[in-house]
């Protein structure tokens, strides 16, 4: 079955730090790949996304980079701040036996930016 | 685009009721999901709606769980005789599907933390 994986948190960076946060994926087919952000008692929201090999994914100064060849869809910022400090899924999107877009989330990376 | 809205937003019982939760999708959207997230770890899918017809239940959802969506529109997700398990968040998602795949990305409600006492 399809599966993500994510590097453990929490990450702690100062503001204005580089950030990395790394994920990797199995997937049967040819997955669709993204990016969600949580803020605290809130829900998911779609931070970017990417649907074919070699596709960059951007938005908000956050950028990600489906490459099939690693399986892996990094998550990189060149310079982090406080208010981006919430926990990121990486995730996955294939088609299910029941012909529905079947949604695998990575088990999240808390980011903690101090001023 | 007034976005996912779900309500409650928090859900206090006891162990034994029932509980119902509420999600409006995004008007639009005729694709509708159902995910319990459990602290520290991703949302982990229950059940998908295209239109009212209820197309996928995952096995997490037992037979104490139940979903509609009468009328393609609004979708409620039931809990009988609760137990502490079931205590986690329940995000519901909406997306625009159309054919038999689409890659549209899942937008999410923010959620009802249900807590069993």
């Known amino acids: 079955g399809n599966s993500v994986t994510q590097m453990e948190g929490p990450v702690t960076l100062s503001e204005e730090a580089f950030l990395t946060i790394n994920c990797t994926y199995t997937?049967?087919?040819?997955?669709?790949l993204f990016w969600y952000v949580q803020y605290p008692g809130e829900g998911l929201q779609l931070l970017l996304k990417?649907?074919?090999?070699?596709d960059k994914g951007s938005n908000k100064g956050f950028e990600a980079t489906y490459r099939k060849e690693t399986t892996s869809f990094h998550l990189e910022k060149g310079s982090v701040q406080v208010s981006d400090s919430a926990v990121y899924f990486c995730?996955?999107?294939?088609?299910?036996?029941?012909?529905?877009?079947?949604?695998?989330f990575g088990t999240g990376t808390k980011l903690q930016v101090i001023p | 685009d007034t976005g996912v809205s779900q309500d409650p937003r928090h859900k206090i019982t006891k162990r034994g009721q029932n509980v119902t939760f509420r999600c409006d999708p995004i008007?639009?959207?005729?694709?509708l999901y159902w995910y319990r997230q459990t602290l520290g770890q991703g949302p982990e899918f229950l059940t998908y709606f295209q239109n009212e017809a209820q197309l996928e239940k995952s096995r997490l959802l037992s037979d104490r769980f139940s979903a509609e969506r009468p009328k393609g529109s609004f979708s409620t997700l039931e809990i009988q005789r609760t137990e502490q398990g079931d205590s986690a968040m329940y995000l519901c998602a909406s997306s625009l599907g159309q054919g038999s795949y689409s890659n549209q990305p899942q937008h999410f409600g923010d959620g009802t933390r249900l807590s069993i006492l």
């Open positions: 995730a996955l999107s294939d088609q299910s036996l029941g012909g529905y877009q079947k949604v695998t």
């Open positions: 008007s639009e959207h005729n694709r």
């Open positions: 997937a049967t087919g040819y997955p669709s």
């Open positions: 990417a649907t074919k090999a070699d």
